[in-house]
């Protein structure tokens, strides 16, 4: 085996950051060198964490590998920006962007090796690889998307959410999605509906529903733990490094 890793970790005291930073601790194949805040902290799971606004001048004293990201997207594509101009490999597991955030990241990838995912749990993966078989296998059944998430969640529908309906779209073609119904709202022909609720601490749950008038199909993930999360984004880090500048995909990582 050869030297760890050497990762950067933003949003150290958030909810991903500090699990980021827990199951790095239990790992032979990466070492935080680096932990950053927006806000104030001393340290999280025993690793000094450091002002976010001098990403930078870190980056430099530190010489990570690849930094890993969960922030939000204005900050994500400061922290890319900075990769990029660093040569650090970034992980982003942040969703929500825009047309603006998502043109960052392509740019930063023009320097460097990027990869981004809405989700990096394998069990999603498997997911969405049964719902295009599912779909492709039941042409004319209905098809809902419901996904839940805790209170502080801020992006609707999720990332995930958003990528299985990208995976129903790639089989069918273009659908209308209707997010969420009120009033006088039947069904039409080719839509999707798109449900997104807030409740509590919930890690996260996505169900895609598949139904016609005799038969219901309901493939369904549920996540226990952010730190099936956090292990997975730390597996694209080892992946990642040493990679040549380009975006890059958590299916890669999961193929190779």
């Known amino acids: 085996m050869g030297d760890p890793v050497r990762v950067a970790v933003t949003g150290a005291a958030g909810r991903m950051g500090r699990e980021l930073l827990d199951v790095a601790a239990g790992r032979d194949d990466v ?31 530190t010489d990570p590998d690849v930094l890993v990201d969960f922030t939000g997207p204005e900050s994500s594509t400061d922290y ?8 650090v490999g970034i ?16 740019e930063a990838a023009e ?19 049964a719902v295009r078989e599912a779909v492709a296998a039941l042409p004319d ?18 990332g995930t959410a958003t990528t299985l309906l990208d995976e129903v779209d790639d089989v069918r073609g273009a659908s209308d999605r209707v997010y969420g119904r ?22 996260g749950e ?20 952010r730190g099936v999360f956090a292990a997975g984004a730390l597996d694209a880090a080892v992946w990642l490094a040493d990679r040549d500048a380009g975006r890059y995909d958590f299916d890669e990582v999961l193929d190779a």
């Open 31 to 61: 070492s935080v060198v680096l932990a950053v805040n927006r806000s104030p902290v001393e340290s999280v799971s025993g690793v000094d964490v450091h002002d976010a606004a001098d990403l930078s001048t870190h980056l430099a004293e």
């Open 80 to 87: 890319a920006a900075a990769c990029a101009e660093a040569g």
């Open 91 to 106: 992980v982003v597991g942040t969703t929500g962007f825009d047309a603006d955030g998502r043109a960052a990241l392509d």
């Open 111 to 129: 320097s460097v090796p990027l990869l981004h995912a809405t989700n990096f749990s394998r069990g999603v993966a498997a997911l969405r690889r």
């Open 141 to 158: 059944y209905d098809v809902e998307v419901t996904e839940t998430h805790h209170n502080g969640k801020r992006d609707a529908p999720s």
């Open 182 to 203: 009120e009033g006088d709202q039947p069904r039409t022909e080719g839509e999707i509906g798109v449900h997104a609720r807030r409740a509590g601490g919930v890690t």
């Open 206 to 225: 996505h169900e895609v529903l598949l139904a016609d008038d005799h038969q219901l199909l309901s493939l369904t993930h549920r996540a226990g733990s």
